[in-house]
């Protein structure tokens, strides 16, 4: 019977580290709404739980996961460590995240997690630490419970890139418009190139959010073009920030190349204009680009198409992901999955018979001007990409707004939203 029950304590280990990684995908998914990610957080507690009950064995069995490899397992452990109020077994989760730094998120995310009262004394100790590493988790977990690390102590200058960078970024996180100077200055002397484009990145970012526009949006949108890695959120950000005109100007510094030509149809629905919607449409015939110039008709206009009987059948002959052929060098995951493919005879006569309601030049936000309000009631009721879009909006338009995270606990964000009303 103990064989039993150890074997099933090492799958609820595994299950567990998986669920985390669904319900990281999740958190960004463009077909998950915060119901959604409500029930994700429910299945992912529910093994946490089990293992925090299973004592010893549970924690043998994470850290079995964690040794050899199993992302998401230092989150799984983490928490476990800190539910249980157990500095040497965190100590064992931290020491294995620096042997290992591409886990951070697992730790980062574990600290975000748990409840603030399992944190008082760990958070500090990070702090103070020598490590790098640790500081940077610390200042993460700061800015995920809405606290101040100490900003204006020194951290904006810290001396490790790493540790600077992720204080650049808290800053925004906090809507700390007090270290605006600062944020800038880290901008305009960012130190060794080499060592400094992330802490770039994150000094436009935050600045941005922080209320500066103009020099610092371009910045934003030039680093982002730079750092793959952050492309995505930082080209989002800097074209939010900007008016039409500008974002339109901007776009044209964009590499006129194939591997730019999804980011010019994602960012056509940032910008917002109604101008562009016939573009959209042209780019909903080209398979490649179908789903996400759908989704980018649906961020200008606000048309669910499911919802709205404008989304079309799945095209037999597509085959999205990695497949099963190992002669097959293709292992990208689908980047538009959980996004409907568009109709696009039906979304075309839809625009003829409703876009004559959209003004010209004018930026829309899911069928709406950009407003508080309205931002507001998509923050509440849109999906996961939608909900980003309106967090950044709420900040734009009162900088100083701490940003929304809508990545954090269903839970939390919740309690914050109901909070608002």
Request: overall charge negative; hydrophobic content about 50%; proline content about 4%.
């Amino acid at each position: 019977m103990s064989e039993v029950i150890d074997d099933l304590v090492s799958r609820y280990a595994e299950d567990a580290a998986f669920l985390w990684l669904l319900r990281r995908r999740a958190a960004d998914a463009p077909d998950y709404a915060l119901a959604d990610l409500a029930e994700a957080d429910e299945r992912l507690a529910a093994h946490l739980e089990a293992l925090q009950v299973s004592g010893a064995a549970a924690w043998r069995h994470c850290m079995l996961e964690l040794a050899s490899g199993t992302h998401g397992a230092a989150f799984v452990a983490a928490v476990l460590a800190l539910e249980g109020c157990d500095a040497l077994r965190l100590e064992a989760v931290l020491a294995a995240v620096e042997a290992a730094p591409g886990e951070i998120a697992s730790v980062v995310s574990a600290l975000g997690w748990v409840d603030p009262c399992c944190l008082r004394s760990v958070v500090a100790d990070m702090l103070s630490s020598r490590s790098a590493l640790r500081q940077e988790i610390a200042l993460a977990a700061c800015a995920m419970h809405g606290r101040d690390p100490g900003l204006a102590s020194g951290w904006l200058k810290a001396a490790s890139p790493a540790v600077r960078a992720r204080a650049l970024r808290v800053a925004g996180q906090l809507g700390k418009t007090g270290c605006l100077d600062d944020v800038r200055a880290a901008l305009t002397h960012p130190g060794s190139a080499s060592a400094d484009s992330e802490c770039q990145f994150w000094a436009a970012w935050s600045a941005v959010l922080l209320g500066a526009r103009g020099a610092e949006a371009d910045a934003l949108f030039d680093a982002a073009l730079v750092l793959d890695s952050r492309r995505a959120r930082g080209l989002t950000l800097a074209l939010q920030a900007m008016d039409p005109k500008h974002g339109a100007d901007a776009l044209k510094r964009v590499p006129a190349d194939t591997r730019h030509e999804r980011t010019l149809v994602e960012a056509s629905g940032i910008v917002g204009l109604p101008d562009n919607v016939p573009w959209m449409i042209a780019h909903m015939r080209d398979r490649r680009f179908a789903r996400i110039a759908g989704e980018a008709f649906a961020l200008v206009t606000g048309v669910d198409l499911v919802e709205s009987k404008l989304a079309g059948a799945h095209p037999a002959d597509f085959a999205p992901g990695p497949n099963d052929d190992p002669r097959d060098d293709d292992v990208a995951m689908d980047r538009d999955d959980g996004l409907p493919w568009p109709d696009v005879e039906r979304i075309d006569r839809w625009w003829q018979d409703n876009g004559g309601r959209f003004r010209r030049g004018t930026r829309y936000f899911m069928g709406g001007l950009v407003a508080q309000e309205h931002c507001l009631a998509v923050l509440g009721e849109g999906r996961q990409r939608q909900r980003a879009l309106a967090a950044n909006y709420l900040c734009l338009l009162a900088p100083g707004t701490p940003l929304f995270d809508t990545r954090a606990c269903a839970r939390v964000q919740q309690k914050a939203l109901a909070a608002r009303q």
